[in-house]
T-cell receptor, first 114, second 113 residues
Framework: GENVEQHPSTLSVQEGDSAVIKCTYSDSASNYFPWYKQELGKRPQLIID?????GEKKDQRIAVTLNKTAKHFSLHITETQPEDSAVYFC?????????????FGKGTKLSVKP | KAGVTQTPRYLIKTRGQQVTLSCSPI?????VSWYQQTPGQGLQFLFEYFSETQRNKGNFPGRFSGRQFSNSRSEMNVSTLELGDSALYLCASSLDGQNTEAFFGQGTRLTVV
């Protein structure tokens, strides 16, 4: 099965700075990599995802990069704001996506200080 | 359309009891996955159902079981509850589960005393 490692476990930045969270995965058959944001007391919600046919994807202040050779992908948040404070999870599909579940990293708690 | 709905939102049970949690997926979604969330352990996969069949199972003891009905609603059951089963249980639905967006419910917070 898939194994996803996520670093760092906690990240503290000043408002306006950039934040980067990195994940590695083990199954070379994986081809879909979503990122979820979970605010305190709320459900995880998808913020961006990338498929293996692209190397980078941007959505306003959020971007994700993928390096299939090295089997790692990263989340980049620019111009951070206090409302970006949350736990972020990366994920990859198990068995190349042939079944429906995702394997998640252990999460990164991002704190943005005003 | 309505999102993923989990019931109940909160449960308090005693060690040794059993519990059943329910998940209603988004209309048209056929895949339902269940996850256990505890502090420091992230989201751990329990099992996934598609068209009433369990397609995959995580590394949890046999006390954890589930099923899916013909309308795609899913239930999970935990028997002989232990203190360590206290957690937030989340379900997620997707169209077919194959590399498509998974939408999470609000979760059921289970406390075992």
């Amino acid at each position: 099965g898939e194994n996803v490692e996520q670093h760092p476990s906690t990240l503290s930045v000043q408002e306006g700075d950039s934040a980067v969270i990195k994940c590695t995965y083990s199954d070379s058959a994986s081809n879909y990599f979503p990122w979820y944001k979970q605010e305190l007391g709320k459900r995880p919600q998808l913020i961006i995802d990338i498929r293996s046919n692209v190397g980078e994807k941007k959505d306003q202040r959020i971007a994700v990069t993928l390096n299939k050779t090295a089997k790692h992908f990263s989340l980049h948040i620019t111009e951070t704001q206090p409302e970006d404070s949350a736990v972020y999870f990366c994920a990859a599909p198990e068995y190349g996506g042939s079944q429906g579940n995702l394997i998640f990293g252990k999460g990164t708690k991002l704190s943005v200080k005003p | 359309k309505a999102g993923v709905t989990q019931t109940p939102r909160y449960l308090i049970k005693t060690r040794g009891q059993q519990v059943t949690l329910s998940c209603s997926p988004i209309s048209g979604h056929r895949s339902v996955s269940w996850y256990q969330q505890t502090p420091g352990q992230g989201l751990q996969f329990l099992f996934e159902y598609f068209s009433e069949t369990q397609r995959n199972k995580g590394n949890f003891p046999g006390r954890f079981s589930g099923r899916q009905f013909s309308n795609s609603r899913s239930e999970m059951n935990v028997s002989t509850l232990e203190l360590g089963d206290s957690a937030l249980y989340l379900c997620a639905s997707s169209l077919d589960g194959q590399n498509t967006e998974a939408f999470f419910g609000q979760g059921t917070r289970l406390t075992v005393v």
